[in-house]
């Protein structure tokens, strides 16, 4: 187990090194500047650069931020001027996160439900039922669900705020735009994944010792089907609470899904970096947490 | 037993057979190949059969529909801004006059080869890189999977924009090209798997005996057997590149206007929804059905493919 | 004699829907075993066996297979009337099976501790610290080292021997009236193969339970069965005491299976001796003797009309008038070449190959 855990986070470093530069490298690639502006006298747009370091030669500019982030600064903004990176995110990922939470845990508890009911009624109308829902989950993505369900609730019914942050209701709409995906995706794979353990033949076993459906689905057929779920989970995790552009510019909440998108077409250097590192990170921290998960359901994982 | 005894037998009964009189290895059953035995699985998937033929009609529409009237999707008509469909213009038009009929259809013609050159160049390279790393081994598949640990640990959706801004954005090229560098990982690592069970199999090691180089070993015989799974991989990816194009589009890194893709399509005719609800809805209905039926057909092959899940 | 009847399966007919047609897996079996007895039913693989088995204990999946006639009698009780639930109660408890690879039967996910106490907790309702002591107790008896460490312990930290030890501690814990026994030794190792028939015979003494026992495995039978039934393509066709079937085997099939186990007293030269050809499809089993096709001894009329059986009295002799009770319980053999017609026209058969009676 600890071999098989150090081996991870080697490579979780290694991913956060080889983010880190390929990010940096990328972002000085990006055509424009930030500083270029008739309106300001040139002697003042130097400044700034000089202020942000990019008067320097690239390498030194490299050492400089990669030697910063190994202290956690992220430096400060361009665009948001006098603001760090740190600042923006410590304000911003909390709205993120708290939406996104809420909405993978429900979309993860509705979805593993809805695939082992599929799985248990595979070919009936239950299956067909959820397994419909579950298809038009993916199929509508959230620039799609997104307005509708804006005008339906919203707009039409009145029943639910249209917009805006703080209150427990208005969370509700960007959870489910959020979520749908998660809870279709979990859907399917679970279903997949339990009718393929089905055929196993320690489930005959199970089954040959008379024990009654639902303690050979819950104590033999669970958790083995969770084992080809598990590995997703990190990359869902820190989907959905790095917030997301479309829902987060859609629902007018103040979280740090527009920063990605924002960040990028203002050429807000610094922020973008600091934001993809950021991602990066949580990312791979998440993948280890799983990682870890995973050794535990999973015992055979252990000794590999 | 007493029947028996009472029976009158022939004068012969008790004759030995000539030799080979009965056939041995009578073949009953019916002479089943792989790809038939797919297909007959696969028709029995009702909603995968229906999905082919929408997506069939779906093309059909792209490849044809911007033919169907004078129209083209680029011109201006100030005099029939935000028309509901009607006889002339059937889809209705936007809020420069233009036809949205032809827009829709010449937007899926764009959001279509995006998916499928977003879906075949990524499969490709993963699918190259796969069966190399696993057919060779050793230090360099060590090296391979390393590398491609860390690649899947960065962020996707960050990179594809990234990649967007840096190679130029607006562009449908780029679009692809940022896609497949941030797509190719998971079919590599199916690949690999897929080749690393195969390459123990006889008919392999077979050809390796003959003196069959690594090349063709590779080309001929590991990945016409790992395309099956890896169909159903492409048919699952699509939607997902399709979703890709629409959010790209829906952050203003899609296709530049007046060229419209189904994304571009959604995103402009969002900020008017409340008022046009059509607009919003045609190309809406579009990408949903279209991710639908190649989900349903990815589920279809799949259940076809599955030995254990066939009947 | 009838009380001393444990169950009995009485011309079971089960067959499989598949979409290239109807699989005829089981045509008309006919088996029992006694108390405290333990019988084999032999045969290649496909032949049917273990359809017939998984039928008996209720483990064939409604969905496409179906029990088309017949009765199987847990004393004196028809278990095909037995609703689901009721079956349930069966299953594990006094019906047990051991199944063919232990590699792949046990939970990959659960100690192994935790699945032999499972039946005993489903089926006694007992607490958890009694069921440990109980498994503590069967694997003691099984003599596995160590069994309070190894009951934490997971399938794969443990090796196939121990594994199929496992399975059959699973199968003893709750005191089962019949195990049954699906290629136990298959998947092993031929060393590890020994200790378990060995393991499985020393059982037979210390537990109070009769074993069907199934294998293409002339070997393992002759160290186990009190009876033996040759199984071939969904029928039986030849049935008697372990000694006469090995020693004076009736059907052309049982020579080939007993010809085709290796043996140290033979000469180097001779092949090792195989089956020609392949067992029949049941979608469309011949209208004739199921073996005609694979028999050198085949006549004309074995493929046209089904053999009967043919009894066989101590004495060897052809016995034509046997019925009931005795007649099961006899040395049986469906071959015409045992028929009395053929026996007067072409003289008595003899066997070739290794027909030393040994």
Same mark, same amino acid.
């Given at each position: ?22 990010t940096f490298f990328l972002v000085k690639l990006i055509p424009g500047d930030p500083f270029l502006n008739d309106k300001i006298p040139v002697a003042v747009q130097d400044k700034q650069r000089a202020f942000y370091g990019l008067d320097k030669p690239l390498p030194q500019q490299y050492l400089t931020y990669m030697g910063n982030l190994l202290k956690g600064e992220l430096g400060y903004s361009i665009k948001k001027t006098g603001r760090t990176v740190v600042d923006i995110i410590a304000e911003a990922f909390p709205v993120s996160a708290k939406l996104g939470l809420t909405s993978l845990v429900f979309a993860e508890l509705i979805g593993l439900t809805f695939g082992i009911l599929c799985a248990q009624f595979r ?42 942050? %703080? ?11 959020? %979520? ?114 995973? %050794? ?9 | ?63 044809? /529909? ?41 937007? /899926? ?43 899947? /640990? ?15 954005? /607006? ?141 | ?358």
């Amino acid at each position: 187990m600890l071999k098989y855990i150090s081996k991870k986070v080697l490579i979780a470093l290694a991913t956060v090194f080889v983010l880190a530069t390929a990010t940096f490298f990328l972002v000085k690639l990006i055509p424009g500047d930030p500083f270029l502006n008739d309106k300001i006298p040139v002697a003042v747009q130097d400044k700034q650069r000089a202020f942000y370091g990019l008067d320097k030669p690239l390498p030194q500019q490299y050492l400089t931020y990669m030697g910063n982030l190994l202290k956690g600064e992220l430096g400060y903004s361009i665009k948001k001027t006098g603001r760090t990176v740190v600042d923006i995110i410590a304000e911003a990922f909390p709205v993120s996160a708290k939406l996104g939470l809420t909405s993978l845990v429900f979309a993860e508890l509705i979805g593993l439900t809805f695939g082992i009911l599929c799985a248990q009624f595979r070919g009936k109308f239950p299956d067909y039922f959820l397994m419909v829902l579950a298809v038009l989950g993916i199929a509508l993505p959230s620039m799609v669900l997104g307005p509708i369900l804006r005008l339906i609730l919203g707009v039409k019914l009145r029943i639910l705020p249209v917009t805006g942050w %703080g209150d427990w209701d208005q969370m509700i709409m960007p959870a489910i735009v959020l %979520g749908l995906g998660t809870i279709a995706g979990n859907t399917r794979s679970m279903r997949a994944s339990m009718l393929a353990i089905t055929t196993q033949d320690y489930i005959k076993t199970a089954r040959a010792k008379g024990l009654p459906p639902i303690k050979v689905i819950l104590k033999h057929q669970f958790k083995n089907s969770l084992v080809p779920i598990i590995p997703n989970l990190g990359v869902q995790i820190a989907s959905v609470m790095m917030g997301s552009f479309v829902v987060e510019s859609m629902f007018l909440i103040p979280g740090l899904g527009r920063y990605f998108v924002d960040s990028i077409t203002n050429l807000d250097y610094p922020l973008i970096m600091g934001l993809t590192v950021f991602y990066g990170v949580f990312l791979v921290t998440m993948n280890l947490l799983v990682d870890v998960l995973y %050794g535990l359901i999973d015992p055979r994982i252990r000794v590999k | 037993m007493n029947e028996s005894e009472k029976m009158i037998f022939d004068a012969n009964a008790f004759d030995p057979l000539p030799e080979g009189s009965l056939e041995q290895d009578q073949i009953v059953r019916k002479k089943t190949s792989y790809w038939g035995d797919v297909w007959r699985t696969f028709k029995k998937n009702k909603p995968a059969v229906i999905s082919l033929w929408v997506m069939g009609l779906m093309v059909f529409f792209v490849v044809f /529909g911007p033919m169907m009237n004078e129209f083209n999707y680029y011109s201006n008509d100030y005099s029939c801004t935000n028309q509901t469909p009607n006889m002339v213009h059937w889809f209705g038009t936007d809020n420069l006059g233009r036809d949205l009929w032809t827009r829709v259809w010449e937007g /899926g013609r764009i959001s279509l080869l995006i998916a499928i050159f977003a879906t075949l160049i990524p499969e490709a390279i993963g699918m190259t890189i796969g069966g190399i790393s696993g057919y060779i081994g050793g230090k360099l598949d060590m090296f391979i999977m390393r590398v491609i640990d860390v690649l899947m /640990g960065i962020p996707s959706l960050i990179y594809m924009i990234l990649l967007m801004i840096v190679l130029g954005k /607006g562009n449908a090229m780029t679009l692809v090209i940022a896609i497949s560098i941030t797509g190719w990982m998971g079919s590599a690592r199916s690949t690999r798997g897929l080749v690393l069970q195969l390459k123990t199999r006889e008919f392999v090691v077979a050809s390796e005996t003959l003196g069959a180089s690594p090349a063709w070993i590779i080309a001929k015989r590991l990945i016409p057997n790992t395309l099956g799974i890896r169909v159903v991989g492409i048919t699952m990816s699509m939607p997902g590149v399709i979703f890709y194009e629409a959010f790209l589009s829906y952050i203003g890194l899609g296709v530049t206007p007046p060229s419209p893709s189904w994304g571009q399509l959604i995103k402009s005719a969002g900020e008017v929804f409340r008022y046009y609800p059509y607009q919003f809805i045609i190309p809406c209905v579009c990408v949903s059905i279209t991710m639908l039926c190649l989900n349903l057909i990815g589920d279809g092959l799949r259940d076809a493919l599955d030995p254990k899940l066939r009947s | 004699m009838e009380n001393n009847r444990l169950l009995e399966v009485k011309n079971l007919v089960v067959s499989f829907d598949t979409f290239q047609g109807v699989v005829q897996a089981v045509r008309g079996v006919t088996w029992h075993l006694n108390k405290k007895e333990t019988i084999a039913i032999v045969g290649e693989s496909g032949c049917g066996k273990t359809v017939s088995i998984q039928t008996v204990i209720g483990l064939n999946s409604k969905a496409n297979g179906s029990v088309r006639n017949g009765e199987i009698l847990l004393e004196g009780k028809n278990l095909l009337d037995l609703s689901v639930s009721e079956m349930r109660k069966l299953q594990g408890n006094q019906l047990s099976i051991i199944f063919q690879d232990p590699f792949t039967f046990l939970n990959p996910t659960m100690t192994v501790g935790e699945q032999i106490m499972e039946p005993f907790i489903q089926h006694y309702h007992v607490s958890k610290s009694e069921a440990r002591e109980k498994a503590i107790e069967i694997l003691k008896l099984i003599s596995l080292p160590q069994p309070e460490e190894n009951m934490k312990r997971y399938p794969h930290q443990l090796s196939g021997g121990m594994r199929q030890r496992i399975m059959v501690a699973m199968a003893l814990i709750c005191n089962p009236k019949v195990l049954f026994a699906d290629e136990p030794t298959t998947a092993l190792d031929v060393t590890i193969q020994a200790q378990i028939i060995e393991l499985m015979n020393s059982l037979k003494e210390k537990v109070d339970t009769s074993i069907v026992l199934i294998t293409h495995d002339m070997g393992v039978v002759a160290n186990m069965a009190d009876r033996i039934y040759v199984m071939y393509a969904g029928q039986i066709v030849e049935h008697g005491d372990s000694d006469t079937v090995f020693h004076n085997p009736k059907h052309p099939y049982t020579w080939g299976l007993l010809n085709s186990v290796p043996r140290l007293d033979k000469k180097v030269a001779d092949d090792l001796y195989s089956i020609p050809g392949t067992p029949p499809d049941l979608i469309a089993p011949p209208k004739g003797c199921a073996f005609a096709a694979r028999c050198k001894y085949a006549m004309n009329i074995c493929k046209d009309c089904q053999p009967p059986q043919i009894h066989f009295d101590e004495n060897d002799e052809v016995c034509l008038s046997l019925s009931g009770q005795a007649a099961e319980n006899s040395h049986y053999a469906s071959c015409w070449l045992n028929h009395p017609e053929c026996i007067r026209r072409n003289g008595p058969v003899k066997r070739e190959g290794n027909a030393d009676g040994k």
